[in-house]
Nanobody
Framework: QVQFVESGGGLVQPGGSLRLSCAAS????????MGWYRQAPGKQRESVAT???????KYADSVKGRFTISRDNTKKALYLQMNSLKPEDTAVYYC??????????WGQGTQVTVSS
């Protein structure tokens, strides 16, 4: 089974930027549609951004114009560039297949905290 390891989170001030990385194992990563998900305290997990194997992307309305999802199939890596961060972006961020039901083995995630 493919496994995911997220990194790059941290504490940042409002308006700041972070770049998250997801390292994937498995031999068929290049054909997977992938996504970034986040879960805030007391909230359900939500989809932030998705990218298909060919590179087309979709974003949640809340992050459009601020976040960019990308992938490197050679490195089996997924990235999320987050700019103009807001306190409401505070959450644990995860990567997984899209839709996530196809990849129910979640990593530990990486904590993003946006606070002044």
């Amino acid at each position: 089974q493919v496994q995911f390891v997220e990194s790059g989170g941290g504490l940042v001030q409002p308006g700041g930027s972070l770049r998250l990385s997801c390292a994937a194992s498995g031999s068929i990563f290049s054909i997977y549609a992938m996504g970034w998900y986040r879960q805030a305290p007391g909230k359900q997990r939500e989809s932030v951004a998705t990218i298909i194997s060919g590179g087309s992307t979709k974003y949640a309305d809340s992050v459009k114009g601020r976040f960019t999802i990308s992938r490197d199939n050679t490195k089996k890596a997924l990235y999320l560039q987050m700019n103009s961060l807001k306190p409401e972006d505070t959450a644990v961020y995860y990567c997984n297949r899209a839709p996530y039901e196809l990849g129910p083995y979640w990593g530990q995630g990486t904590q993003v905290t946006v606070s002044s």
